[in-house]
Nanobody, 125 residues
Framework: VQLQASGGGLVQAGGSLRLSCAAS????????VGWFRQAPGKEREFVAA????????SYADSVKGRFTISRDNAKKTVDLQMDRLKPEDTAVYYC???????????????????WGQGTQVTVSS
């Protein structure tokens, strides 16, 4: 079971990046897939999640209206489109997979059992 996060990089404030989470050795069906991030010296925090079965989405307040999580059935990936990026979005971003859960549990870290290695996102001011 392996999750691969990709798409990170360096971007100026106001720019965009698109992260992608792909799975090997498992599928996303009947799963919740979430994105979390951790900045230096800070705790890991929830960013966004999607329930694969019905597309239910959850977002952290800090990214609502700027980030969009989506699933690609053909590619079997979960993508995070990040627009209007801010310096405070700088962090290592991780994707994670867990059981399909109720909406209120999508933002909880303990919902997720499998974690990817992370991809660095740096937003310069």
């Amino acid at each position: 079971v392996q999750l691969q996060a990709s798409g990170g990089g360096l971007v100026q404030a106001g720019g965009s990046l698109r992260l992608s989470c792909a799975a090997s050795g498992l599928t996303f069906s009947s799963s919740a897939v979430g994105w979390f991030r951790q900045a230096p010296g800070k705790e890991r925090e929830f960013v966004a999640a999607i329930r694969w079965s019905d597309g239910t989405r959850s977002y952290a307040d800090s990214v609502k209206g700027r980030f969009t999580i989506s699933r690609d059935n053909a590619k079997k990936t979960v993508d995070l489109q990040m627009d209007r990026l801010k310096p405070e979005d700088t962090a290592v971003y991780y994707c994670a997979r867990g059981k399909s859960v109720a909406y209120y549990a999508l933002s909880r870290g303990n919902t997720y059992d499998d974690w990817g290695q992370g991809t660095q996102v740096t937003v310069s001011s």
